[in-house]
Every structure is written in structure tokens, then in C-alpha cells.
T-cell receptor
């Protein structure tokens, strides 16, 4: 069985500060890993994904994440936060696609950006 | 290219009533998924269609939920009869056959059962 842990429910940073959102996963098979973002009143948008190629993955809006197998982590970072980054962020895992491509999500974490 | 659309955006019903949610995937996407987020909880998988066939329905909570995808295009999720604990946001997602892992999500349907 797979699982995703996102510790905490809320992170607040100042505009221009580093954004670090943590994600740890558990999977019995090589995982695919994802970060999704949900802006207010919108659906989930894919930020980036790890699919067993490069361990450092770059996504949209300046975000990136690094897959660390030894730490079972896939933390999301952005060097400088913008006000527009305020949203809820979800980490998710799936088994290497084949018959089972369903996503298992973490609880999500809300990012606030202070002026 | 139009994204995944869901209808209605909001629904408020009373316990015991029936509600049908609709999802229109991105054109040409064979894979269609339903997920649900109950307030304060994580988003959870409900089921997965490949074209018109149910590939995995392990997440369906009970037999009050019925999903269909006739003709392999749009899908409906019916809840009958609705219970209070069915309240939440229901998301639909779709993906291509050759890029199964990249799921595109709709805006969700917010269901409130009173």
C-alpha cells in the first residue's frame, strides 16, 4: 500500500522568501511522484512530476522538487515566494503506471505569502 | 483544447435524495478517474475507467455510489440515497492512454448533504 505524509496543514512565508513544502512517501514499488496545486475556487493543477528520470524535477511557476530515495522524500521548493503562490499544495504518489495508475494524496498544505 | 469539465459546480441536497454528478474528460482521453475530498481529509480515489470499462473501483465507499461511462466519453457518478457523510468535493480527472500518469483534474463538484 502507498501513503503520503505532508506534515502540518499551513505554512506562512514572506514574499521573496524560500518556499519549502515537505512530502514523504511510502511505496512498495518504484513510485511516480507528483505535486499538484489548487488555487481558490479552481481545480487541481499539476506543478511537476517525477517518473524515474532525473531526480531533480523542475515544474511550472519556478517550483522544483528533488526525489531522494534514501529519505523517501519529494520536497517542493521555490527560491522566492510570490503573492500569487498562495494556494493549497498536494503531494501524491502512484505506482509505476501499468494497471494501477490511481493517485494517493497527502492531506495537503496551505501556503500563505505575507507582503 | 478544453479541459476537464464537471457539472454541477455545487449541489445542495437533503439526506435521502439522489444526486448525479457529471464529468466530461478531455477529448481523446481513455482514462477517467473519480476522486473525493471530504472536509478536512485527504483527496481519495474512488474509481478508474479505461474507456467504458471499470479498471479499478476499489475506492467506492459503498453500493449507494454508482458510476457509469457509457460510450467511453463522459461519466456520471450517482449517489442514491445520499447520506450526510457523502458531503465533500468530488473531482474528476482524465489522462491519455500513452501518458497514463499525467492526470488532468476538473474543478470539482461541491456536494453538501443536509
Amino acid at each position: 500500500a502507498q501513503s503520503v505524509t505532508q506534515l502540518g496543514s499551513h505554512v506562512s512565508v514572506s514574499e521573496g522568501a524560500l518556499v519549502l513544502l515537505r512530502c514523504n512517501y511510502s511505496s512498495s514499488v518504484p513510485p511516480y511522484l507528483f505535486w499538484y496545486v489548487q488555487y481558490p475556487n479552481q481545480g487541481l493543477q499539476l506543478l511537476l512530476k517525477y517518473t524515474s528520470a532525473a531526480t531533480l524535477v523542475k515544474g511550472i511557476n519556478g517550483f522544483e522538487a528533488e526525489f531522494k530515495k534514501s529519505e523517501t522524500s519529494f520536497h517542493l521548493t521555490k527560491p522566492s515566494a510570490h503573492m500569487s503562490d498562495a494556494a493549497e499544495y498536494f503531494c501524491a504518489v502512484s505506482e509505476t503506471p501499468g494497471a494501477n495508475s490511481k493517485l494517493t494524496f497527502g492531506k495537503g498544505i496551505t501556503l500563505s505569502v505575507r507582503p | 483544447e478544453a479541459g476537464v469539465t464537471q457539472f454541477p459546480s455545487h449541489s445542495v441536497i437533503e439526506k435521502g435524495q439522489t444526486v448525479t454528478l457529471r464529468c466530461d474528460p478531455i477529448s481523446g482521453h481513455d482514462n477517467l478517474y473519480w476522486y473525493r475530498r471530504v472536509m478536512g481529509k485527504e483527496i481519495k480515489f474512488l474509481l478508474h475507467f479505461v474507456k467504458e470499462s471499470k479498471q479499478d473501483e476499489s475506492g467506492m465507499p459503498n453500493n449507494r455510489f454508482l458510476a457509469e461511462r457509457t460510450g467511453g466519453t463522459y461519466s456520471t457518478l450517482k449517489v442514491q440515497p445520499a447520506e450526510l457523510e457523502d458531503s465533500g468535493v468530488y473531482f474528476c480527472a482524465s489522462s491519455r492512454a500513452d501518458r497514463v500518469e499525467t492526470q488532468y483534474f476538473g474543478p470539482g463538484t461541491r456536494l453538501l448533504v443536509l
